[in-house]
Structure formats: structure tokens, C-alpha cells
């Protein structure tokens, strides 16, 4: 099992983050998209109990249908520290990931990849630990800028850190619907990246690994709140 460490506090999880962010791999063009299988990862919280739910949902690629799937719970481990929101979710994220009965060739993150204020997001450090092609799918653009792309699907704009280099894209999935904002993280080129991210867009806004993850998460979190409710002492 991949063992991630939890810093004991922020400049520890700095540190760390600048240690593997050498390790990431730009040079790969990654797998071909429409074909393999893919794994799409996502987390839910539940603040007031400290618990967060982690899912993991492989599609077979030329036919977008579910192949396998697994979810983790887990106690939240790391207070929230802007930029530092991986050191939250990668231990459950990771143990879901572990629990699935295939190897995907690709996982595709509800976030960021090198489109982060410290250049190493979830994407990134996810592909860094388990040495899996990942890239970043978010739904927002973060602190960058880009152009409004074009309003046909496939339409795309550079996403631009503040010294003006290209961090990212924001991709049109639907015709005249909101981009989507996506990022490498490791061992996949950029325009792969967003091949990948059109050929799981069919129909939605939003890739199907990550729609099934965030759906199998949510009900993760709703089964385990309800236990942890269930075992709570009852007042008197």
C-alpha cells in the first residue's frame, strides 16, 4: 500500500510538496484517449465530524460503462490550508484507489494539477506517489486567468499563471456551456489532457469518471454519517 506521510504543519507539508514536485514527469505524452481503462477519483466532507469519503470509478474509455469502483472513509487528518488541500484528501483518495480490483492507465482529478498557486495540485502529487498518468479536471479557474474560449465544444484558451505561463487550458465540453479548467498532473502532455477530457465529455459539462465519482462519494459519506450517528451516545 502507498504510504502517504501527514505533515505535522504547514511548512512540513511545503517542504514535502517541493520534494516531489521534482518528480513530476512533463515529458510523457500519455495514453491514447477512447481506449483503456480510466479512474476518475473524488472526495465529500463531512466537516462537523471531521470525516471525508473518497471514491474511485474505473470506466472502460471506448465505452464510457463502469468497470469497477471503491470508496474509502477516512478521518481528515490536516486542517485546510490554501494550496495545501491535497494533504486533506490523498490518504483516502489513495486507499480507494488501492481497493479497486484493476489498475486504471489514467486518473482524472476533480482539481487541479500544475495549474496551482504552488504549481503541484492534487493531480500532481496523486500521480507523483503512485506513478499513474493523472490530470486535473476542475470546475473553476483558481486563482489564473485565461480567455473566453470559443463557444463550440472543443474550444479552448490558455490558462495563465500570473508571470504569464500557461498552466493549464480552459476547455469548452458543451456548446456554449461554462469550460471546464484542465491541468496535467503527471505523466500526460497537455493536449492529451484535454483529448482525454472531450472523449469522457459526451454528454455533460463535466468528464462521466468524475460525475460517477462525485455520486459514489456523496453516498459513501451519507452511509458513514449515518453510522457515526448511529454510535454517538445519546443525551440524557
Known amino acids: 500500500m502507498t504510504r502517504v506521510k501527514t505533515p505535522a504543519d504547514e511548512a512540513e507539508a511545503r517542504a514535502i510538496q517541493d520534494e516531489l514536485r521534482r518528480r513530476v514527469v512533463l515529458d510523457e505524452p500519455g495514453p491514447p484517449p477512447g481506449g483503456g481503462l480510466v479512474a476518475g477519483v473524488d472526495v465529500a466532507y463531512d ?18 460503462d463502469v468497470v469497477a469502483e471503491s ?20 490518504p483516502t483518495v489513495l486507499a480507494a484507489l488501492e481497493a479497486l480490483p484493476v489498475t486504471p492507465g489514467l486518473v482524472v482529478c476533480d482539481g487541479y494539477g500544475l495549474a496551482h498557486p504552488r504549481g503541484f495540485g492534487l493531480a500532481c502529487h496523486l500521480g507523483v ?13 483558481f486563482t489564473f486567468t485565461h480567455e473566453e474560449p470559443g463557444a463550440p465544444r472543443g474550444a479552448a484558451s490558455p490558462l495563465l499563471a500570473a508571470d504569464g505561463a500557461v ?26 489532457a484535454c483529448a482525454h477530457t ?15 465519482a462525485d455520486s459514489l462519494c456523496r453516498r459513501a459519506l451519507r452511509e458513514a454519517v449515518g453510522e457515526a450517528v448511529a454510535e454517538e451516545p445519546r443525551g440524557s
Open 47 to 64: 466537516d462537523e465530524r471531521d470525516l471525508v469519503a473518497a471514491a474511485a470509478v474505473v470506466l472502460d474509455a471506448a465505452t464510457l
Open 129 to 141: 506517489v503512485t506513478g499513474l498518468p493523472s490530470i486535473g479536471v476542475a470546475k473553476n479557474p
Open 167 to 192: 498552466v493549464g487550458r480552459a476547455l469548452r465540453t458543451r456548446d456554449g456551456v461554462k469550460p471546464v479548467y484542465v491541468s496535467v498532473g503527471h505523466r500526460v502532455s497537455l493536449d492529451n
Open 198 to 212: 472531450l472523449a469522457l465529455s459526451p454528454r455533460f459539462r463535466i468528464p462521466e469518471t468524475t460525475r460517477h
Open 71 to 90: 470508496t474509502a472513509v477516512g478521518r481528515v487528518s490536516f486542517p485546510y490550508v490554501p494550496g495545501l488541500l491535497a494533504f486533506r484528501e490523498l
